[in-house]
C-alpha cells in the first residue's frame, strides 16, 4: 500500500462517525452549554420575537441574563451522591496502584474527586467515557507496554461523547475499537506559540494505538498489548441506547431554557413601562420646518420611530404616554414561577427553589425522599462499576490483576432538618411503641448537630433513652397497657 494511499485510508476513517453521531451532537452540545452557562448561551438560545427588529433584538440579548437551573440540579445532585465518600478498599498491595489512586489524572486528582467529575459530566452529558492510558517517561519514550516502560503510571481522563468519533462493541457489549478526537495546542516553546488548537485523531484497538492527524496521515504507532480497549463507559443511568445516555438534565434543560426567555420577555415589559411611549397628533408636528434641515429630519425620524407614535388629530385623542399593560407582566411572572417549580419537582428537589411552597405533608416528602434516594442509588451503583473498570484496567496497563472493591452509599442523606421534624411529629402520631419513638428522636439529634463529639451524642442518646423509661415509669401499667 502506497503512502498516498494510507493517508487516503487514514482520511475516510478520521471522518466516518457512528451511525447516531449527526443525531446527537446536537443534544450534547446544547447540554454542555446548558450546564457552562455564559454568553455563548445567551447568544445562542434567546428566542427573536417574529415582530421583533434586529436593533431591538440585539438590544435585548445585550441586557439578558440568566439563573442557571441546569447546573444548580447537576451540582445539587453530585453534592448529595459524594457528601459521603464511597468505601474502598485494594487488597492487592502495589505501590504503583496506591499512587495511581491519589493521582488518577496525573494532576494530582485523587480517585474521588476524579468520579464526582466523571459523575458530574454524565450528568450532563448523559454518558462520558474514560480512558486510561500511561504517561510518557522522562526520556520521551512513547506510552507503552513494554517491559522497561511498567514504572509510567497510568493516567485517566474523561472524554465527552461528541469526541467519539466512531466506535464498535462485541457481542458482550466491551468496545472492540474507537476513534477518539484530541484537541491540543503547540505550546513547548513559549516564544513560538501556536495561535489556535489543532486537532488529532486516536484509533484505539485491543491491541494498539495509532494517531492520525487532521489531514489523516499517521503520526504515531504503538502496541499497548492489554488486550481491551483501555475505555470505560460511564452512564448517568440505566436504560441508554448502544451509543448515547439518558442526562440528569435531558428534559431539564429545555424547561430552563423556557425561563431563561420568559425572563427576557418580562425584562422587555418592564423596559417598556419604564420608558413609555408617546402618542402625538402628527397635525401639531411642524413638518414643513422639519423637511429643510437634515438634522431635525434624522432626529424626528428617531422620535417617530422609537419615541412616539402618531395619529391624525381628528380622532380626538390627546397627547399621552402609554405603556403595554402590567397585566402582561403578571402573567408571564406567575409562568415563570410556575415553571421554576414544575422543573425542580420533576426530580423532587422542589424545596430547592427558593421560594415559599404549598406545605406537603410527611408522607408525601417521605415519598420524594424515597424517588430521590433511588435515583442516587442508581448513579452510585453506575459509578460503582465505572470505577471497578477503571481499577482493572489500570492494573493492566501496571500488569498486575488488582483485587479492588468499592461500594457507594446506597442511602443519601437529602432531607431538611425542617423535612426531618415535620415528618418525625407525623411518625409520632401514630404511636407505634416508646422504643420507634425514641429512634426518631436520635435521628433528628444527628440530623441537627452532625458534628458533635461521639462522647456527647452517646450521652444525648442515654438521656433520650432514660426519658422514654421515665415516661413509661410514670403512667404506671395502665399507661404502658395503652
Request: with cysteine; net charge negative.
Amino acid at each position: 500500500m502506497t503512502e498516498e494511499t494510507t493517508q487516503t485510508e487514514g482520511l475516510r476513517l478520521i471522518n466516518r462517525t457512528h451511525p447516531e453521531y449527526n443525531s446527537l451532537v446536537t443534544k450534547w452540545e446544547f447540554w454542555q452549554q446548558s450546564y457552562l452557562g455564559g454568553q455563548g448561551y445567551i447568544e445562542s438560545n434567546l428566542f427573536k420575537y417574529y415582530k421583533e427588529g434586529d436593533e431591538e433584538f440585539n438590544a435585548r440579548v445585550e441586557r439578558a441574563y440568566r439563573e442557571n437551573h441546569s447546573k444548580r440540579v447537576v451540582d445539587i445532585i453530585n453534592s448529595y451522591l459524594f457528601k459521603v465518600p464511597a468505601a474502598r478498599n485494594a487488597k492487592t498491595k502495589n505501590e504503583n496502584f496506591d499512587r495511581f489512586q491519589k493521582n488518577v489524572d496525573g494532576r494530582g486528582r485523587s480517585i474521588n474527586r476524579f468520579m464526582k467529575n466523571a459523575s458530574l459530566w454524565s450528568s450532563v452529558m448523559g454518558r462520558v467515557y474514560i480512558m486510561v492510558d500511561k504517561m510518557k517517561l522522562a526520556d520521551g519514550e512513547q506510552t507503552g507496554t513494554a517491559a522497561d516502560n511498567l514504572k509510567a503510571p497510568p493516567y485517566a481522563y474523561v472524554v465527552f461523547p461528541r469526541d467519539v468519533m466512531d466506535i464498535a462493541f462485541d457481542g458482550n457489549g466491551r468496545v472492540k475499537w474507537t476513534i477518539i478526537r484530541e484537541t491540543y495546542r503547540e505550546d513547548d516553546d513559549p516564544f513560538d506559540a501556536a495561535e489556535s488548537t489543532c486537532e488529532c485523531y486516536r484509533l484505539w484497538t485491543q491491541e494498539e494505538w495509532v494517531l492520525f492527524d487532521d489531514k489523516g496521515e499517521e503520526t504515531g504507532r504503538d502496541a499497548h498489548g492489554l488486550g481491551i480497549v483501555p475505555m470505560i463507559i460511564v452512564d448517568n443511568e440505566e436504560g441508554a441506547t448502544q451509543y448515547e445516555g439518558q442526562g440528569l438534565i435531558a428534559d431539564i434543560s429545555y424547561l430552563d431554557r423556557a425561563i431563561f426567555n420568559n425572563w427576557s420577555r418580562l425584562d422587555t415589559i418592564v423596559c417598556d413601562q419604564t420608558f413609555s411611549q408617546l402618542i402625538f397628533p402628527i397635525e401639531g408636528l411642524p413638518i414643513q420646518n422639519v423637511a429643510d434641515d437634515n438634522e431635525l429630519i434624522d432626529q424626528f425620524l428617531q422620535l417617530s420611530t422609537k419615541r412616539a407614535l402618531l395619529f391624525s388629530s381628528a380622532c380626538g385623542v390627546k397627547p399621552e404616554y402609554i405603556s403595554p399593560d402590567a397585566s402582561q407582566a403578571d402573567f408571564i411572572l406567575k409562568m415563570i414561577e410556575r415553571q421554576i417549580r414544575q422543573l425542580y419537582a420533576s426530580i423532587s428537589l422542589a424545596g430547592e427553589t427558593g421560594e415559599e411552597v404549598k406545605a406537603e405533608s410527611g408522607v408525601a416528602k417521605a415519598y420524594d425522599f424515597d424517588k430521590m434516594n433511588t435515583l442516587l442509588a442508581g448513579k452510585g451503583d453506575n459509578l460503582e462499576e465505572a470505577e471497578l473498570e477503571l481499577a482493572m484496567v489500570a492494573g493492566r496497563w501496571l500488569d498486575t490483576e488488582i483485587e479492588y472493591e468499592v461500594d457507594y452509599p446506597d442511602e443519601f442523606d437529602v432531607r431538611s432538618l425542617a423535612e426531618e421534624i415535620s415528618i418525625a411529629q407525623e411518625l409520632a402520631l401514630i404511636d407505634v411503641s416508646e422504643t420507634f419513638k425514641k429512634e426518631i428522636d436520635k435521628i433528628i439529634v444527628k440530623k441537627a448537630l452532625p458534628k458533635l463529639p461521639k462522647k456527647i451524642v452517646d450521652r444525648i442518646f442515654d438521656e433520650i433513652d432514660k426519658k422514654g423509661f421515665e415516661d413509661s415509669r410514670d403512667r404506671g401499667v395502665e399507661g404502658l397497657l395503652d
